[in-house]
Nanobody, 123 residues
Framework: QVLLVESGGGLVPAGGPLRLSCVASGLTFNTYALGWFRQAPGQEREFVATVSRDGGSTAYADTVKGRHTISRDNAKNTMYLQMNSLKAEDTTVYYC????????????????WGQGTQVTVSS
């Protein structure tokens, strides 16, 4: 059974940093691409960033490009999202997910999801 557990969310002042983590179990971690998504209440889940199996390739939504960095540590079965220069509009629940292929930005291309972690940016 695949299990993804996000952590690292919390309350942070605008302009500050925050690092999210996603620990995976129940799968061969380095054979999957990974992604971060976020979803505000009443909104569709939106793509944030994705990383390839070996961590060598990444892609970002325009809304976070240049501010956030996705990475992974295959030895620890863990993915990260380093978020910098946080804005009030970054406030929402963040989810990690597993995909069979790198580069996917649609929800339907991801096969397993974590339970989410709340990020709140105070202005």
């Amino acid at each position: 059974q695949v299990l993804l557990v996000e952590s690292g969310g919390g309350l942070v002042p605008a302009g500050g940093p925050l690092r999210l983590s996603c620990v995976a179990s129940g799968l061969t971690f380095n054979t999957y691409a990974l992604g971060w998504f976020r979803q505000a209440p009443g909104q569709e889940r939106e793509f944030v960033a994705t990383v390839s199996r070996d961590g060598g390739s990444t892609a970002y939504a325009d809304t976070v490009k240049g501010r956030h960095t996705i990475s992974r540590d295959n030895a620890k079965n863990t993915m990260y999202l380093q978020m910098n220069s946080l804005k009030a509009e970054d406030t929402t629940v963040y989810y990690c997910a597993v995909s069979l292929a790198f580069g996917a930005t649609q929800n339907s291309r991801y096969i397993n999801w974590g339970q989410g972690t709340q990020v709140t940016v105070s202005s």
